[in-house]
């Protein structure tokens, strides 16, 4: 099938899905507001086969090292998935399945699928990472750029309440040392022992809730237009300090679920 954008529709909700366009969600509304930006940064990007920097854009698979390009120097940023065109398994009115082959600068083969599920209320994004033949390591995540403010009025607010707090080095990755959360603003990788719950409160308007399974969110507020709560399956630079292995009888899985209610 082509990799043409599709639109999905529930209820008041729409959200689109540009396989074409590294697999992200485009764009998300409800009651025709849109909640993601656009432009330049924009949409719900998927993180895969990493999440964040990768130190040196190196990584090692067991003894084997491998080196990916640098595209945030020093280091390796948010996996090669996003700049790929992705193909459309199938869709219906409220889901679409679309898929990414790992290619070069990936160093093994093997698939990532993407399962869109609207409802009036929810998006629900699962994902998962087959290999085709060697195990590796991999993380998944999402990269959701929310509109700070919804067409004027007051800014979102972003709560939570995370075990620890990631300590930043001056190269921008955690240097293993965990700390108690420090307030805003943030470009930050929390610990979420009993999954991740962060909501945003666009006061008035909106109060919307990214949940996962998973233990790790990072939140990035430093931008002016947009807050980012980014859940994926370990911290950066996890293909070194925590990998998660795909191997052909165990895939890589995660999900994440967005939930609304209007105030």
């Known amino acids: 099938m082509s990799n043409e954008d599709i639109t999905l529709t529930a209820g ?7 396989p074409g366009n590294g697999g992200r969600i485009g764009g998300l509304k409800v009651d025709g507001v849109e909640l993601l930006r656009q432009g330049d940064k924009f949409g719900c990007f998927p993180m895969v086969p990493w999440c964040g920097r990768t130190r040196d854009g190196r990584f090692l698979n067991g003894s084997t090292p491998h080196q990916l390009p640098l595209n945030s120097p020093p280091h390796a940023i948010h996996g090669t998935a996003r700049d790929a065109a992705w193909r ?14 790992l290619v070069d600068p990936w160093p093994y083969s093997g698939r990532v699928t993407q399962v869109v599920k609207l409802t009036e209320d929810s998006l629900t994004l699962t994902m998962s990472v087959e290999t085709y033949g060697d195990s590796f390591p991999a993380q998944i995540g999402w990269h959701p750029w929310f509109n700070r403010t919804l067409g004027g009025g007051e800014g979102a607010r972003v709560d939570f309440s995370a075990a620890w707090q990631e300590e930043r080095g001056d190269d921008h990755l955690p240097t293993g040392r965990r700390i108690d959360p420090r307030p805003s603003p943030w470009d930050d990788c929390f610990g979420m022992p009993d999954g991740v719950d962060v909501t945003l409160t666009w006061p008035g308007r909106l109060e919307l809730n990214v949940a996962s399974r998973e233990q790790w969110v990072v939140v990035y507020d430093e931008q ?24 052909p009888i165990d895939p890589l899985e995660a999900a994440t679920t967005w939930t609304w209610r209007r105030l």
Request: aromatic letters at 2%; proline letters at 9%; hydrophobic letters at 35%.
């Open 12 to 18: 008041d909700a729409q959200a689109t899905v540009q």
């Open 88 to 101: 459309t398994a199938r869709t219906s009115a409220d889901e679409a399945v679309i898929t990414y082959d």
């Open 224 to 247: 002016e237009a947009a807050v980012c709560v980014e859940p994926q399956t370990g911290p950066p630079n996890g293909l070194n300090t925590l990998p998660r292995l795909v191997t």
